[in-house]
Each structure stands twice: as C-alpha cells, then as structure tokens.
C-alpha cells in the first residue's frame, strides 16, 4: 500500500484548507485511515481516523473545525479543517491502518505534507 497527500501550503489564521490522499497498491476499504500531524522536535498527533464502519474520532482541539472523509470507490481520503490557527502549522500526513482500528497503530504512512498558518 502506497499512500500520497496533496493539498497544504500557505494558509492565513481563519482560512481553511483541504488535503486529500489517494491509495495504491491496495485497496483502502478494510482499513482504518486518517490524518496525522507533527511538528519538528514534538510528538505526533493522530488529527483524525475513521474505521471502515465510518466511526470518526478527532483530536481535541481540531474537534468542530476537522472533517474527515473517504471515498472507497476512488480510494481516497480527505481531511478539511476549518478556522485555521497558528497551531495547525505542521506536516500532515495521510496513514491506513490494515487492523481497522482508531487510534491507528500500525500504520502505512505517506510522505506528507507542509501546512503553515500565518497572520
């Protein structure tokens, strides 16, 4: 399984952005998928993750501004997040987990992408 974010960039305090993830390789319909973020020099954060049952769960402080979904037909994921704030600055990646769990655990990562909120 192959996994490739595309979205992010440059966004200001209050805007929103949209990344989406396509899947190769495997099909992505038996796995838990979702979003991670980290910072360089901190911990990782699992953003959002979403069984293949559509349980959803999402860190706290994102809850109410996130949105995650998937297409299993197109074999892709998104996470929209609205309301943007400096602490969303981070690299996002997209991650499956073959054990269709959330939190997820063991994991398929992507290479990821670079989102920096500014004033």
């Known amino acids: 399984l192959r996994l490739r974010e595309s979205g992010g960039g440059l966004v200001q305090t209050g805007g929103s952005l949209s990344l989406s993830c396509v899947a190769s390789g495997e099909t992505l319909e038996s796995y838990s998928t979702g979003w991670f973020r980290q910072v360089r020099g901190k911990e990782r954060e699992e953003v959002a993750c979403?069984?293949?049952?559509?349980?959803?769960t999402y860190l706290d402080s994102v809850k109410g501004r996130a949105t995650m979904s998937r297409d299993n037909t197109k074999n892709m994921i998104y996470l929209h997040l609205n309301e943007l704030k400096l602490e969303d600055s981070a690299r996002y990646y997209c991650v499956a987990d073959p054990r269709n769990e959330c939190p997820m655990t063991d994991d398929y990562w992507g290479p990821g992408v670079e989102v920096t909120v500014s004033l």
């Open positions: 979403m069984r293949n049952d559509g349980f959803t």
